[in-house]
């Protein structure tokens, strides 16, 4: 397997067909096409099926792109680095679930870096992607909880990626409700105060589960129940809508201009927040600088961590 057979696989995919990729490499259609059954039979896989109307990568092909871009992420890397001497870029990619904590973090880190190129990237998105992502290595951490309820199944799905859990602290449940909520000056609330209120979720896909749940406890017979994708739209339910979620408690103040609350929830349970890794990489010193900030915001707010 070489670097040429890569590029060309992702430049097939690209074009979207084997002739319009040929004549961007300014390689023969025979050549390239040869070229790819060579790599699929050293591979014992097939990366694209062919008929009449074209090529269409299959599950493995899909599954090989995404390792080739990784390989050559890392070739280009090591020329920028080493063949050209230009200063090293800085890279660091954070898939996390929906946290004003992690967004902090992610600001102050981006503001100590001392370099002049970077990319940075961080993702809020579902459980199941976050795991995902860190284990085919296109986030180097990820940010999740685990609670009594969801451990044994999502512990066994980061074992079974080959993703290590590193807990940060743990932290009782609240739930943000508008400052205007009748609860809003509670010392604690019940789910049963909520239950006249819209419960607030997260949206999992088609294959989220309880298990993945953001929110480590939800009401057992919701009359009113919204489903959302993104948190600047469940600020802006809570505050229409006089809607609930449940939450760390942690804020930044970022909260619509002081409209939302957070209120402690009459429950023993609570949710473990922690990062993940893939067991087989190394982290960045960019990334590393992320958990350190990480760390101090979480500190900033009163919250004791938990010694890894």
């Not at 890397?77 to 004003?100: D, F, G, I, N, W």
């Not at 979620?245 to 957070?262: A, H, Q, R, S």
């Not at 473990?272 to 600088?289: C, F, K, P, Y």
């Amino acid at each position: 397997m070489t670097l040429l057979q890569l590029k060309y696989i992702v430049k097939i995919v690209e074009c979207g067909s084997m002739n319009e990729a040929s004549h961007e490499l300014y390689v023969s259609q025979p050549a390239l096409s040869s070229s790819v059954k060579e790599l699929e039979h050293e591979m014992g896989i097939e990366i694209f099926t062919r008929s009449s109307q074209g090529i269409a990568l299959t599950v493995d092909g899909a599954e090989f792109l995404t390792y080739a871009r990784q390989v050559l992420d890392q070739a280009e890397l090591m020329e920028e680095r080493y063949k050209h001497a230009k200063p090293r870029k800085q890279l660091c990619s954070v898939s996390t679930q929906h946290y004003m904590f992690a967004v902090e973090a992610f600001v102050e880190m981006i503001n100590s870096i001392e370099s002049d190129e970077y990319e940075f990237t961080i993702r809020e998105t579902r459980t199941r992607d976050i795991i995902d992502q860190v284990a085919n290595m296109l986030s180097e951490i990820g940010i999740l909880y685990l609670s009594d309820f969801n451990k044994d199944v999502i512990g066994k799905l980061l074992r079974g990626k080959h993703l290590e859990f590193h807990p940060l602290f743990r932290a009782p449940l609240h739930v943000f409700i508008s400052r205007d909520n009748p609860l809003a000056t509670r010392k604690k609330v019940t789910m049963d105060d909520l239950k006249p209120y819209p419960f607030i979720q997260y949206e999992q896909g088609e294959e989220g589960s309880f298990y993945f749940a953001e929110e480590a406890v939800w009401p057992k017979d919701s009359p009113k129940l919204i489903t959302v994708t993104d948190r600047a739209t469940i600020l802006n339910f809570i505050i229409g809508l006089n809607g609930y979620t449940v939450c760390t408690g942690i804020d930044n103040g970022d909260l619509n201009n002081e409209k939302i609350v957070t209120v402690p929830l009459d429950t023993d349970e609570t949710m473990l927040l922690g990062w993940i890794t893939n067991e087989r990489a190394n982290l960045s010193n960019a990334a590393e600088s992320y958990l350190a900030k990480l760390k101090s915001v979480i500190a900033s707010h009163g919250y004791t961590l938990i010694n890894d």
